[in-house]
């Protein structure tokens, strides 16, 4: 899919946001569900996969996260505690609108589970499939991007105090252990 091709954008309201807040609230703290897989091959391109493969090196297999240039990692290499990005289905759906505008937030990976710094702080390992992932130290929060997709009210929500405690725009991971992930895996804290 060709982002640039995606719906114009309805953005949705802090009163709708803050009303959603409770339903994200109670997600799974642990033995969530993998709700959906993304991989992004190119600039503005997502697809939406069954199942994935999650590697040491290059995160999610055919994501470009490993080729794109970064200004947060080493050299201008990308930085490899940011490998892979998690995001609460539940903030997804509600700050999308509609399920076709969900890969829009441009995560691979959408959990219904709690990814609050409280439940799950950096250090935390997960369970997808036969993969093991660890959440990382570095803060994932809404951009330009993020902006234009789903307007300001949504970002300055999840970029706000209660919003980063929470993990509303998501967490950043690395790949632990090498595996298979596939669409409805149980997501359970590991070790």
């Known amino acids: 899919m060709d982002i640039t091709a995606a719906p114009a954008p309805i953005p949705v309201t802090t009163a709708e946001l803050e009303a959603g807040l409770d339903w994200i609230r109670g997600s799974p703290a642990d033995g969530g569900k993998l709700e959906l897989i993304l991989r992004r091959p190119a600039i503005d391109?997502?697809?939406?996969?069954?199942?994935g493969v999650l590697d040491r090196e290059v995160g999610l297999i055919g994501d470009n996260w490993h080729s794109k240039p970064s200004t947060s990692g080493p050299d201008g290499r990308p930085h490899p505690d940011r490998q892979l990005t998690l995001m609460n289905a539940r903030v997804a759906a509600l700050i999308a609108r509609a399920p076709e505008r969900m890969t829009l937030a441009g995560d691979q990976l959408y959990v219904d589970?709690?990814?609050?710094?409280?439940?799950?702080?950096?250090?935390?390992?997960?369970?997808?499939?036969?993969?093991?992932?660890?959440?990382?130290?570095?803060?994932?929060?809404?951009?330009?991007?993020?902006?234009?997709?789903?307007?300001?009210?949504?970002?300055?929500f999840v970029n706000s105090v209660v919003g980063r405690s929470l993990r509303l725009r998501g967490a950043n991971a690395k790949v632990v252990t090498e595996g298979v992930v596939r669409l409805g895996d149980t997501v359970t804290k590991s070790g």
């Open 45 to 51: 391109q997502r697809e939406a996969l069954a199942e």
């Open 113 to 156: 589970l709690d990814l609050s710094i409280a439940n799950a702080p950096a250090g935390t390992r997960l369970a997808i499939g036969t993969a093991i992932i660890e959440l990382t130290e570095a803060p994932h929060l809404g951009c330009e991007k993020f902006v234009s997709r789903f307007g300001p009210e949504a970002m300055r």
